[in-house]
């Protein structure tokens, strides 16, 4: 099942927080936590820039990942924050957009423990939360809830973190309870309406032998799916400026291996190609979290 599962999350995922999807739910009886706002710490690294050297600009013809997807319109793609890998060039336009994501506050890890978490349970839940079965708010939850209850891909390894320190924990587990950590995101938080966005620069490739990724879900306190995936990929900043003006500096990821996720799910017809022909790239949306080991001296 887990093979089958494949790209399935991560358009669910981008379907709710491109589109700034909120529940306004009614506040908890117990005192919420304060949610610390985690900075992105940004850094160059001298590690080899393998993205900038596929094509340059406009004209250029330097592109290690040819395929058909050149002949494929990509904007409904882009849209939603996926793109090829030779659509990551400067000079190049994407439909993009931005929107501001609300972020409830985490719970304390003793509350977050004390409240079921599971769709078995989501009648008392909804009762508990004051939230009517039929409302786009009951929808949401089941929908966070089936996710986090579905199976894993094959090389994934996850959790719904539904406190700081479940999250702390699993980032500690994955990149090492020694190690200082970096954390990458998209800026600004301010957002940036959908038009189109000329890419500026591509940044050298952030070092990240392992990665943990956060991804915020529609649920009356803050959970967040985080996961890493034993995969090679590859992790960036593109500088970006919208026709209004507006400047965004997204963190980008590209998948090279492909091979395991879904050949029916619609992004694969956008971009024109199919798992395993090419690496599959998308950008952060706001308030999701790249967690990286930040490099020594001797990785420098």
């Known amino acids: 099942m887990a093979a089958k599962l494949g790209l399935w999350f991560l358009p669910f ?35 080899p ?3 900038i050297g596929y094509k340059t600009n406009t004209h250029g013809s330097d592109n290690d990942f040819s395929s058909s997807s050149t002949n494929v319109d ?67 939850m089941r929908d966070t809830l089936e996710l986090c209850e579905a ?35 998209t800026t600004p938080p301010s957002g940036a309406p959908l ?9 050298e490739d952030i070092y990240a032998p392992k990665w943990v990724a956060c991804h915020p879900l529609p649920y009356p306190y803050a959970v967040y799916y985080c996961h890493f995936i034993a995969t090679n990929t590859r992790i960036f900043k593109v500088l970006l400026v919208g026709e209004n003006g507006d400047k965004v500096e997204a963190l980008g990821v590209c998948h090279l291996d492909t091979s395991e996720f879904n050949p029916n799910h619609v992004i694969f017809k956008q971009l024109g190609f199919m798992p395993g022909e090419a690496p ?9 979290l790249m967690w990286v080991p930040q490099p020594t001296a001797t990785t420098m």
Do not use: W
């Open 13 to 47: 995922l981008l379907f709710f927080l491109m589109n700034g999807v909120n529940i306004g739910c009614r506040d908890l009886k117990a005192e919420l936590q304060g949610h610390t706002e985690m900075n992105s710490h940004h850094g160059n690294h001298n590690k």
């Open 49 to 51: 820039n393998y993205l």
């Open 74 to 140: 990509h904007t409904e793609a882009f849209k939603v924050g996926y793109f090829a890998m030779d659509d990551l060039f400067v000079g190049n336009i994407m439909t993009l957009q931005f929107p501001v994501e609300e972020v409830p506050h985490f719970l304390s890890k003793k509350q977050a423990d004390s409240i079921p978490f599971s769709t078995s349970q989501l009648p008392s839940l909804l009762q508990l939360f004051s939230i009517s079965q039929d409302s786009p708010q009951a929808k949401f």
């Open 151 to 185: 199976g894993m891909l094959t090389q994934e390894t996850r959790i719904c973190a539904n406190s700081l320190d479940s999250m702390l924990e699993f980032v500690n587990n994955i990149l090492g309870s020694e190690e200082k950590h970096n954390i990458y995101t």
């Open 195 to 203: 038009q189109n966005y000329t890419i500026l620069k591509v940044s």
């Open 280 to 288: 599959l790239c998308h950008f952060f949306p706001l308030k999701n």
